[in-house]
């Protein structure tokens, strides 16, 4: 099957959606990991910020992350008529 010009689109527009949400997620996992104890000189909720951030947070954004993946691969579907038929 040979790609159109619209499917070269719609897979550069997947490519940088899925590296924007990839580098969210590797600031939330590593980078944050990486300065927990300056983080924790904060307090959230009466924790220390990088002991909140682990165990709360992350999964938060990680939840998130995964719902806008969701919605923005649909608009992506339905605007370059990508997808299944219903």
Request: hydrophobic content about 50%.
């Amino acid at each position: 099957m040979k790609l159109t010009e619209q499917h070269r689109v719609y897979w550069r527009s997947n490519l940088l959606l899925t590296f924007s949400l990839l580098s969210v997620w590797f600031l939330v996992s590593f980078v944050a990991g990486y300065y927990a104890d300056e983080l924790n000189r904060f307090t959230f909720m009466s924790f220390p910020l990088g002991f909140y951030i682990f165990a709360q947070g992350s999964q938060i954004t990680f939840v998130i992350l995964i719902g806008i993946y969701v919605l923005a691969m649909n608009h992506l579907d339905r605007k370059y008529q990508i997808g299944e038929k219903r």
